[in-house]
């Protein structure tokens, strides 16, 4: 209605640098997910999966707490001050926690795993399961529980988080397969059945992660004055390029499309087409929903 | 650990509840209070603790200037300290919300939560500041500076339990608003003839991380 004289404008609370964080600690999540599914749960199809996808999680584990130490204005105090003082009602103070014992599990895991003792890393591996949805979901709840921001406010956004998480661990996983088998075996021939089922896996993953978008936003677009303005900012407005054409057309729709059908999930070619795309596209949603969900200013 | 601000807890018997009421029909714009309050809190340039928010509505000559008087509204519920995952951000038993600069990490968490975009990172200390009622003024019996510095008199502090106070009485028997009551903050400030024109978010044309 009025025209703004003279207001004054916030700082840009969480930046680019938590949706690297957020990326690779899905990335992590997601390939230790692949990981377990041969020693936890007895799929013995994806065990050539298995000791990579774990290297995989502890790396990006480790790398992904530094873009959040980065992030803060005090990395060390952060880190004593995370364990002194801890707030139970505060979904960052699980954080410190997970960020500490989920890479600690993780390691203990795939030390056993490398040692071939089966059953002692089939218990780790159950263990690691919850924990790697947590060390996940909590960055979900963390911009759930910040009421302020309609766009993170909703229940849907850890499980939206989990399931773009495993579907770009999914992504890696193949990308790193093809790679090792290709280049780095003395055959040098991809192991086809199990990329082709970690395809497969890859296109359910993502029916599911588009539909909760579209359950997000349908419920977005009819709701509050600032959840409909942050839809629209989305889906016409500046973020739309991002949102639209990166996010969900290059990430999810063509990928999904290229591994339903058999003549392109057969193909090495699409499939590293497919994976690099969905990989980019998720990192196109990190920034979008850590970016775009604060764009608009709130007063 | 426990609470750290146990301590500073003391006492907390028949303690006052702080709050403030704005009266928009005496306020001008002038910004005084933000200028007074920028001297009092040695505030750096590009950040405010309290600010006023100014529109402009209608077509000559039917055209009217509308303000806002901005600050931390001293949430009874606030969100800042649910979310802060160290405990940095804290409410004193009178209702200020305080900051604790030896705890505050700078993480911007409770940026992002809360609903008011009254918190800052102060560009020389790496961490959260923002409005305190001028803290070390009323505990020494004085009223904040932006509350003094006013020509109009129009924000009033004091304490909200005692029902003889002026603000008690001006919320009592004026009609007063509050920002964004739906947040569940339960916020301390209140306006009387205020408008909600100065509420509404700005169209994408005005964004501010474009600029
Ligand atoms: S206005 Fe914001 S900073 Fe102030 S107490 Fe309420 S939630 Fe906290
Ligand atoms: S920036 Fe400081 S006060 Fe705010 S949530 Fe983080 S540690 Fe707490």
Same mark, same amino acid.
């Given at each position: 209605m009025g025209k703004v004289v003279f207001d004054v404008h916030y700082q840009t609370t969480l930046a680019f640098l938590i949706s690297y964080y957020f990326y690779c600690t899905g990335l992590s999540a997601g390939s230790f997910m692949i990981s377990t599914?041969?020693?936890?749960?007895?799929?013995?199809?994806?065990k050539p999966a298995s000791k990579m996808g774990v290297v995989a999680a502890v790396l990006l584990l480790l790398l992904a707490p530094q873009f959040l130490l980065m992030q803060v204005g005090w990395p060390i105090k952060s880190v004593w001050n995370h364990f002194v003082y801890f707030?139970?009602?505060?979904?960052?103070?699980y954080g410190a926690f997970l960020l500490m014992l989920y890479p600690l599990n993780s390691i203990i895991y795939g030390i056993f795993m490398f040692k071939g003792n089966m059953k002692l890393t089939k218990i780790f591996g159950l263990i690691g399961i919850p924990m790697a949805l947590a060390v996940h979901g909590y960055t979900g709840w963390i911009l759930a529980l910040a009421v302020a921001r309609d766009y993170w406010n909703t229940g849907l956004m850890p499980i939206v988080f989990l399931f773009s998480a495993m579907v770009s661990g999914v992504s890696m996983m193949i990308l790193l397969i093809m790679i090792r088998d290709r280049f780095f075996t003395?055959?040098?021939?991809?192991n086809k059945d199990l990329v082709v089922s970690l395809a497969k896996i890859l296109g359910w993953l993502l029916v599911v992660d588009l539909f909760l978008v579209f359950c997000d936003y349908s419920v977005l677009l009819y709701s509050k004055l600032e959840g409909k303005e942050v839809a629209h900012f989305m889906l016409f407005g500046k973020m739309s390029f991002f949102f639209?054409?990166?996010?969900?057309?290059?990430?999810k729709i063509i990928p999904m499309i290229i591994v339903m059908i058999p003549r392109t999930r057969n193909s090495y070619f699409w499939l590293t087409v497919a994976a690099l795309m969905n990989m980019v596209g998720i990192l196109a949603m990190r920034i979008v929903t850590v970016y775009g969900g604060q764009a608009l200013p709130l007063m | 650990m426990s609470n750290p601000h146990e301590d500073k807890k003391?006492?907390?018997?028949?303690?006052p509840r702080w709050g403030m009421v704005i009266d928009l029909d005496r306020c #001008? =714009? !002038?910004?005084t209070c933000e200028i007074a309050c920028k001297i009092e809190n040695d505030v750096p340039l590009g950040i405010w603790r309290s600010w006023v928010k100014e529109i402009e509505k209608g077509r000559y000559p039917n055209v009217v200037r509308a303000f806002r008087p901005t600050l931390?509204?001293?949430?009874?519920?606030?969100i800042c300290c649910k979310v802060c995952p160290v405990k940095a951000a804290w409410q004193r038993e009178d209702g200020i919300v305080m900051v604790d600069p030896h705890l505050? #990490? =700078? !993480?911007r968490y409770c940026m992002s939560a809360c609903?008011?975009?009254?918190r800052y990172i102060h560009p020389l200390k790496g961490m959260i500041d923002k409005c305190d009622f001028c803290h070390n003024r009323v505990d020494a019996g004085l009223q904040p500076s932006c509350v003094e510095a006013c020509p109009n008199s129009a924000r009033i502090f004091g304490n909200?339990?005692?029902?003889?106070?002026e603000v008690s009485r001006l919320i009592a028997t004026r009609p007063v608003a509050r920002l964004k009551p739906e947040m569940g903050t339960d916020p301390r400030v209140y306006y009387i003839g205020f408008d909600p024109a100065t509420l509404e978010i700005k169209r994408e044309a005005e964004l501010i991380w474009e600029k």
């Amino acid at each position: 209605m009025g025209k703004v004289v003279f207001d004054v404008h916030y700082q840009t609370t969480l930046a680019f640098l938590i949706s690297y964080y957020f990326y690779c600690t899905g990335l992590s999540a997601g390939s230790f997910m692949i990981s377990t599914m041969s020693y936890g749960f007895g799929m013995t199809k994806y065990k050539p999966a298995s000791k990579m996808g774990v290297v995989a999680a502890v790396l990006l584990l480790l790398l992904a707490p530094q873009f959040l130490l980065m992030q803060v204005g005090w990395p060390i105090k952060s880190v004593w001050n995370h364990f002194v003082y801890f707030n139970p009602v505060s979904a960052m103070s699980y954080g410190a926690f997970l960020l500490m014992l989920y890479p600690l599990n993780s390691i203990i895991y795939g030390i056993f795993m490398f040692k071939g003792n089966m059953k002692l890393t089939k218990i780790f591996g159950l263990i690691g399961i919850p924990m790697a949805l947590a060390v996940h979901g909590y960055t979900g709840w963390i911009l759930a529980l910040a009421v302020a921001r309609d766009y993170w406010n909703t229940g849907l956004m850890p499980i939206v988080f989990l399931f773009s998480a495993m579907v770009s661990g999914v992504s890696m996983m193949i990308l790193l397969i093809m790679i090792r088998d290709r280049f780095f075996t003395k055959e040098k021939v991809i192991n086809k059945d199990l990329v082709v089922s970690l395809a497969k896996i890859l296109g359910w993953l993502l029916v599911v992660d588009l539909f909760l978008v579209f359950c997000d936003y349908s419920v977005l677009l009819y709701s509050k004055l600032e959840g409909k303005e942050v839809a629209h900012f989305m889906l016409f407005g500046k973020m739309s390029f991002f949102f639209v054409v990166v996010e969900n057309l290059i990430g999810k729709i063509i990928p999904m499309i290229i591994v339903m059908i058999p003549r392109t999930r057969n193909s090495y070619f699409w499939l590293t087409v497919a994976a690099l795309m969905n990989m980019v596209g998720i990192l196109a949603m990190r920034i979008v929903t850590v970016y775009g969900g604060q764009a608009l200013p709130l007063m | 650990m426990s609470n750290p601000h146990e301590d500073k807890k003391e006492g907390k018997k028949d303690l006052p509840r702080w709050g403030m009421v704005i009266d928009l029909d005496r306020c #001008v =714009g !002038c910004h005084t209070c933000e200028i007074a309050c920028k001297i009092e809190n040695d505030v750096p340039l590009g950040i405010w603790r309290s600010w006023v928010k100014e529109i402009e509505k209608g077509r000559y000559p039917n055209v009217v200037r509308a303000f806002r008087p901005t600050l931390c509204n001293h949430c009874e519920d606030p969100i800042c300290c649910k979310v802060c995952p160290v405990k940095a951000a804290w409410q004193r038993e009178d209702g200020i919300v305080m900051v604790d600069p030896h705890l505050c #990490v =700078g !993480c911007r968490y409770c940026m992002s939560a809360c609903p008011y975009e009254v918190r800052y990172i102060h560009p020389l200390k790496g961490m959260i500041d923002k409005c305190d009622f001028c803290h070390n003024r009323v505990d020494a019996g004085l009223q904040p500076s932006c509350v003094e510095a006013c020509p109009n008199s129009a924000r009033i502090f004091g304490n909200l339990k005692d029902p003889e106070s002026e603000v008690s009485r001006l919320i009592a028997t004026r009609p007063v608003a509050r920002l964004k009551p739906e947040m569940g903050t339960d916020p301390r400030v209140y306006y009387i003839g205020f408008d909600p024109a100065t509420l509404e978010i700005k169209r994408e044309a005005e964004l501010i991380w474009e600029k």
